[in-house]
């Protein structure tokens, strides 16, 4: 692994999305503009003060996971993943490579979400705004990650939409949107104490509400940064250099 | 022991006993053969023969289940290989949406080549007024030039080229013919396949292949010599309605079933 060719990769995919506005604009503009249409759609009531700091975690976390796994699988069906892997390129460098990228985009993506919530939808904040947005960031990061694991485990681009329904919707459900986490049945509650997305969610309505201490909220953000650390680490060991 | 002298000597890729499956087929069974050092070879057969798979193996990226395939004096696939080692699969692998310049100046990065390889491949390739344009936008046979160019930084010494000339105007592919022929000169190896068994002439060494085994492996006059034709295509029915294949010998044992051919060997006809 070499960091020459770790930000080469990072520069590489950057300039790809660059080249390509539409991608630009599901990275920077959508998850904005969802959250202001959840805004809009619960106007003079609570609802949206009770479930836009979990709308800060859903929007970044699913277009992440969608823009990352569909990147990295074109790679491997147009060719050049098994160019690169018959040059001198360390598995660590090309997955790193990607998740600084697309770590790089998902910051941007979660300022302008954030400020978007808070300065345009009015959503109010109780605690600390740079905690608010450290959560975001990790959040759209464990998007990142997820997908890029998921696209080892998918051979054409359809086969990566499937996951969506499969790993990423039950999060979705389980995540304490829908029913507060401590009001789901014991089994279901027992496994949502354990999936990524609901770390992120918890404590982003517990910044939301200055609810909880800096340290558990911390506590929270390393737990996602396990699940991103372990994501990337799982990702680039199922890449493989030869293959059937 | 495995190849007889005047191959191994100045072989650049000698590959013994090759098995390979893919799923429930077996692709390559048993395959042994040896693609000496600054010639081009070429490498022909029907689609479905398992010209790509051997290729693939070669270059370290496809799974083998058994044998022994040696680059370079090295086994296929070794770190150190994958600078020396140039491989461009039969779909151009380049990025639709960088330009030629940025798809080169990436690779070019990526293997550690001087800066001023993209320039040399670009003049080499003759891209340069489509230097600027998104890979995407490119021809078939232009996207298959970048893909080419590609491989030709940090001046490889064995090339393994997939079809390279399919779907390319006779102009090009005489040109790409020239330029194959000059790395050649400069001392680069190349096993380049084709379907079109056309381009044999041009080659200085084929391997004939068929459902996974090799009919021959000779001079393009060899082949000709051996099965009485004057065409490399008659050259192939000949080969597998005799049933008998055009090899050098491997050992003593394929010495004693392949008498021609250990004549022709010990005459230094090749």
């Known amino acids: ?244 | 022991m495995m190849n007889n002298a005047a191959v191994a000597d100045g072989a650049a890729i000698v590959v013994h006993e090759l098995h390979v499956r893919r799923g429930r087929t077996r692709v390559l069974d048993g395959l042994s053969l040896a693609v000496p050092r600054g010639r081009i070879v070429g490498l022909l057969g029907p689609s479905g023969s398992g010209k790509t798979t051997l290729m693939r193996s070669l270059v370290g990226v496809q799974v083998v289940q058994s044998g022994s395939i040696e680059v370079l004096g090295l086994p296929a696939g070794s770190r150190s290989l994958r600078r020396r080692v140039a491989y461009v699969t039969q779909q151009a692998s380049v990025y639709d949406d960088l330009t030629v310049r940025q798809n080169l100046a990436y690779f070019r990065r990526v293997l550690g080549a001087p800066a001023s390889d993209v320039d040399r491949v670009i003049e080499r390739t003759a891209l340069g007024p489509y230097a600027g344009r998104l890979a995407g936008s490119l021809s078939g046979g232009q996207r298959g030039r970048v893909s080419l160019a590609a491989a030709l930084l940090g001046t490889p010494e064995v090339l393994v080229l997939d079809e390279p000339t399919v779907g390319l105007d006779p102009v090009l592919r005489v040109e790409l013919w020239q330029l194959f022929r000059s790395l050649a000169d400069e001392g680069a190896t190349l096993l380049v396949s084709s379907h079109v068994m056309d381009e044999a002439k041009r080659c200085d060494r084929l391997l004939l292949m068929r459902d996974g085994a090799l009919l021959a492996d000779d001079t393009v006059d060899g082949v000709l010599a051996f099965t009485g034709t004057d065409d490399v295509e008659t050259a192939f029915l000949r080969l597998i309605e005799q049933g008998r294949p055009d090899l050098p010998p491997r050992d003593a044992a394929a010495r004693d079933t392949v008498p021609d051919a250990a004549m022709r060997d010990a005459e230094g006809s090749r």
């Open chain 1, 1 to 244: 692994m070499t960091v020459t060719r770790t930000l080469a990769t990072s520069g590489r995919v950057l300039t790809q999305v660059r080249h390509d506005p539409r991608t630009v604009g599901l990275l920077l503009v959508v998850p904005s503009l969802l959250i202001g249409l959840i805004a809009w759609m619960f106007t003079d009531t609570e609802v949206f003060h009770d479930i836009g700091p979990a709308m800060i975690a859903l929007f970044p976390f699913i277009v992440m996971f969608l823009v990352t796994s569909i990147a990295t699988l074109r790679e491997r069906r147009s060719g050049t993943l098994e160019r690169l892997l018959s040059m001198p390129m360390g598995k660590g460098d090309f997955i790193l490579g990607y998740a600084l990228a697309f770590g790089l985009l998902a910051v941007f993506q979660t300022a302008i979400a954030v400020s978007f919530a808070v300065w345009v939808c009015g959503l109010e904040i109780e605690g600390s705004l740079w905690l608010l947005f450290a959560v975001a960031v990790a959040d759209a990061l464990l998007g990142t990650a997820l997908g890029l694991l998921a696209s080892a485990f998918a051979r054409t681009e359809f086969q990566v939409v499937q996951f969506l329904p499969v790993l990423v919707f039950p999060q979705v459900l389980l995540g304490g949107i829908f029913v507060p986490r401590d009001q789901l049945p014991e089994v279901l509650e027992a496994i949502s104490e354990w999936l990524p997305l609901s770390f992120a969610i918890d404590a982003l309505q517990a910044v939301a509400g200055d609810t909880e201490s800096t340290g558990w909220i911390v506590a929270k953000l390393l737990v996602i940064g396990a699940w991103i650390v372990g994501a990337i680490v799982v990702g680039s060991v199922t890449l493989r250099r030869r293959t059937p």
